[in-house]
């Protein structure tokens, strides 16, 4: 696995958002989150002079802004909805599916099909989103985005014999991330492809912190953090793919003292676009350090969710897919069962 750390912010803004993590006691209970969705439509809806757009409270954790009308998907001439699904032990998933639907009124103006799913485990979050513009050009005010996300929030507490309990230290997350962003096609007026993905982090309820994003633009060359791409990570002509272990900050702890951890997993796709992260954005270890922001290396690390962080096995890929297909199938079910 190969290794990359990004820093994203001047050291000012730097030190004054670790300022801002301060070592208040732990007060969130674990838990998972999961979301799926996809909007599309011709925008031609009933609401009196239009509709405007605002990013989703759905998604606020996030770094990054999903715009949803603010009058009501329905009442603004779209369709389609955004699912999520909260627990406390994992897995918990959520998948979302919408059929294809029209983008206007004018013959040629073609429709729209996503889906999305996601799955949440303390283990591991997964991500996907799905986004098709079939043939024909879209109308000025129509939508077609699909988004899925996953959230895990936990309380962890370090200990170690080196080191006094109630002693400051620092604490380093380690987080393994693959998977791959798509658009495809030669770039045409009206005819978009766009896909996104991000990684945020809070620490003990301070800022949001974004570990990484990746994007994929139709015709454009992929970035991860707008850095050059890691080792590990290839990108060519409306495709981004790839697989490394991504840092955070150094962290404010104090030992044997307990603080909070949420992390979230964010895919988007928009027009004609796939975002696939779904076996992917895991904690797969951490760095602890004294008050000297010395090495501490031999230290106990325990949740309260009951998660070895140190030794949590990766999910395969299939074993995702296939608890993923047995979720939609039950959700299809659930549908028919409601109709009838």
């Known amino acids: 696995m190969h290794t990359h750390q990004f820093f994203h912010w001047p050291v000012r803004v730097g030190l004054a958002w670790l300022a801002a993590c301060a070592l208040s006691p732990a007060t969130a209970a674990p838990s998972l989150t999961a979301y799926a969705g996809s909007v599309g439509g011709s925008g031609i809806g009933t609401v009196p002079g239009g509709c405007g757009n605002a990013p989703s409270p759905v998604f606020s954790f996030f770094s990054f802004n999903f715009n949803l009308p603010i009058e009501g998907i ?30 206007g009124p004018l013959t040629g103006s073609g429709s729209f099909d996503g889906s999305a799913q996601s799955i949440a485990n303390y283990t591991g979050l997964g991500a996907t989103a799905h986004a098709n513009i079939g043939t024909g050009r879209p109308g ?22 080196l080191v006094a309990n109630l002693s400051a230290g620092f604490v380093r997350y380690h987080f393994s991330v693959d998977g791959s962003l798509q658009s ?4 045409e007026p009206g005819y978009f492809g766009d896909t996104y993905m991000v990684l945020d982090m809070q ?14 633009r139709r015709g454009g060359i992929g970035t991860i ?21 991504f840092f955070s900050f150094d962290f404010p702890i104090n030992w044997g003292q307990a603080w909070d951890l949420k992390v979230g997993l964010l895919a988007w796709a928009y027009g004609s676009a796939d975002s696939n992260f779904l076996s992917t954005a895991r904690l797969s270890g951490v760095s602890l350090f004294d008050a000297n922001r010395q090495p501490v290396n031999t230290f106990s690390l325990s949740a309260a969710s009951g998660t070895d962080y140190l030794a949590a096995p990766v999910p395969e890929p299939k074993t995702w897919a296939l608890w993923l297909m047995g979720l939609a199938g039950l959700a299809w079910l659930g549908r028919r069962q409601r109709a009838a």
């Open 74 to 103: 329905g009442p603004c001439g779209y369709s389609g909805a955004v699912i999520q699904s909260t627990a406390t032990t994992g897995p918990v998933g959520s998948s979302y599916t919408l059929p294809p639907v029209s983008l």
């Open 140 to 161: 000025g005010n129509s939508m077609f985005q699909s988004i899925g996300a996953a959230t895990f929030q936990d309380t962890l507490i370090a200990t170690s014999p």
């Open 184 to 187: 495809l096609g030669v770039p």
């Open 203 to 216: 620490h003990q309820n301070g800022l949001v912190y974004q570990v990484l994003n990746a994007t994929v």
């Open 225 to 245: 953090s707008n850095r050059p791409l890691p080792a590990g990570w290839v990108t060519s002509t409306g495709s981004l793919s790839g697989a490394s272990t």
